[in-house]
């Protein structure tokens, strides 16, 4: 291993290994059945999140919608000027939110908590807060820095949560049986990926 590779990454990867090795792979797995279930049922997953967490959220849905599994992203922001609509009876919705006690994020569950049918989970890095202590379904990560120089820039918190919903998505593709030829190479005509499923 290089000087230079232990400079730039060495630590930035022992945190996030840390960070990940702190989940409970119990709730990790009731995510993910709960996820499973949802499909199946014909509903669909909804990532919800504001600010740095936007991107994340955008990545996981455009996965999940690569393979054929329906998602949507619901701003949180947004959410109460009519995005709501979206979220139908049989859906889940994932809130992503660092501190689990951001006012736009409490307000958007507490109203979802009001529609019937609606699986809430919490996706956060605060054992206790506003949202955690009154949520049932929680997925906390221990973080102790975001790799910045004030351990406040979103740095190490949206990477955790981008590998926490790639991974929900991976598994799913899995449980749900996925095939390459009838599930994947539909959704992708164009660009490299569809000139190499082509050959």
């Known amino acids: 291993m290089s000087k230079a590779f232990e400079k730039y990454f060495q630590d930035d990867i022992e945190q996030l290994t840390r960070s ?110 506003i949202l955690a202590d009154t949520m049932e379904n929680t997925l906390i990560i221990n973080l102790e820095h975001e790799g910045d120089l004030w351990n406040i820039v979103p740095n190490h918190s949206t990477t955790l949560n981008l590998i926490v919903l790639q991974k929900v998505a991976m598994e799913l593709s899995k449980r749900m049986k996925l095939d390459l030829q009838r599930d994947f190479k539909p959704n992708h005509p164009g660009g490299a990926i569809g000139e190499t499923l082509r050959k």
């Not at 999940?64 to 949507?72: E, P």
């Not at 701003?75 to 979220?87: K, L, Q, W």
Request: proline share 3%; aromatic share 4%; net charge positive.
């Open 20 to 129: 990940l090795k702190s989940i409970d792979v119990k709730k990790m797995d009731k995510l993910i059945d709960a996820c499973e279930k949802t499909l199946k049922s014909g509903h669909k997953i909804i990532p919800s999140g504001l600010g740095k967490n936007v991107p994340i959220c955008d990545k996981f849905v455009g996965t999940m919608l690569s393979m054929g599994l329906d998602a949507n992203f619901l701003h949180t922001n947004t959410a109460v000027h009519g995005d709501m609509g979206m979220v139908k009876p049989g859906d889940l919705v994932i809130i992503l939110t660092k501190s689990g006690a951001t006012a736009e994020s409490i307000y958007l569950v507490d109203l979802l908590k009001n529609r019937k049918g609606v699986q809430l989970w919490l996706l956060s890095f605060k054992e206790h807060s």
